[in-house]
């Protein structure tokens, strides 16, 4: 059992865990079994890199990235998730992890054949995570001018699309 299973053992057994520093906080303690002791015992250091690691919000599902994973990637499926990482960097995404996970999920609408885009994609997006999106189509688009990070990064049918460049898409 890893550190993930442990957290979703002991969170089906209505058990909480904290951290607090380099402690792990858990109870209540009447419900903890030996089994559940000795597991945290052991995976310890896991938990709590879990616990504390920022969240990923774009990353896939255990089932999705079963889907996405499901076949060895082409060569120019890999070409393509190096493209998209390089643009949503360049797009201001400060950690590798999020822009490899938001590539992920373009891999996935990829392989569903799902006809729906991501601002990202769009040439008409200015701006940067940092400073805020702006879109220069927005009429056409039919949203504001200024954009929620929420919907620059939620699969959707945009009037105003247009292809930033071949290989993002």
Same mark, same amino acid.
């Given at each position: 059992?890893?550190?993930?299973?442990?957290?979703?053992?002991?969170?089906?057994?209505?058990?909480?865990?904290?951290?607090?520093?380099?402690?792990?906080?858990?109870?209540?303690?009447?419900?903890?079994?030996?089994?559940? &002791?000795?597991?945290?015992? *052991?995976?310890? /250091? @896991? #938990? $709590?890199? %879990?616990?504390?690691?920022?969240?990923?919000?774009?990353? =896939?599902?255990?089932?999705?990235?079963?889907?996405?994973?499901?076949?060895?990637?082409?060569?120019?499926?890999?070409?393509?998730?190096?493209?998209?990482?390089?643009?949503?960097?360049?797009?201001?995404?400060? &950690?590798?992890?999020?822009? *490899?996970?938001? /590539? @992920? #999920? $373009?891999? %996935?609408?990829?392989?569903?054949?799902?006809?729906?885009? =991501?601002?990202?994609?769009?040439?008409?997006?200015?701006?940067?995570?940092?400073?805020?999106?702006?879109?220069?189509?927005?009429?056409?688009?039919?949203?504001?001018?200024?954009?929620?990070?929420?919907?620059?990064?939620?699969?959707?049918?945009?009037?105003?699309?247009?292809?930033?460049?071949?290989?993002?898409?």
């Amino acid at each position: 059992m890893g550190a993930r299973d442990l957290l979703g053992d002991l969170a089906v057994a209505g058990i909480r865990v904290e951290v607090d520093g380099a402690r792990l906080l858990v109870g209540p303690a009447d419900r903890l079994t030996d089994r559940h &002791r000795d597991e945290l015992r *052991e995976h310890k /250091a @896991e #938990v $709590l890199a %879990l616990l504390t690691e920022p969240p990923r919000p774009f990353r =896939l599902a255990p089932a999705a990235a079963a889907v996405a994973h499901a076949d060895p990637w082409t060569a120019d499926q890999i070409e393509r998730f190096k493209t998209r990482v390089r643009r949503l960097l360049a797009l201001g995404f400060t &950690r590798t992890d999020d822009a *490899e996970d938001l /590539a @992920e #999920v $373009l891999h %996935l609408r990829d392989l569903h054949a799902d006809h729906r885009v =991501l601002c990202l994609e769009c040439q008409h997006l200015a701006g940067t995570s940092a400073t805020g999106w702006r879109c220069r189509n927005h009429r056409a688009a039919r949203v504001g001018r200024d954009l929620p990070h929420e919907l620059v990064t939620m699969a959707q049918d945009c009037p105003g699309f247009t292809t930033a460049t071949r290989s993002t898409t």
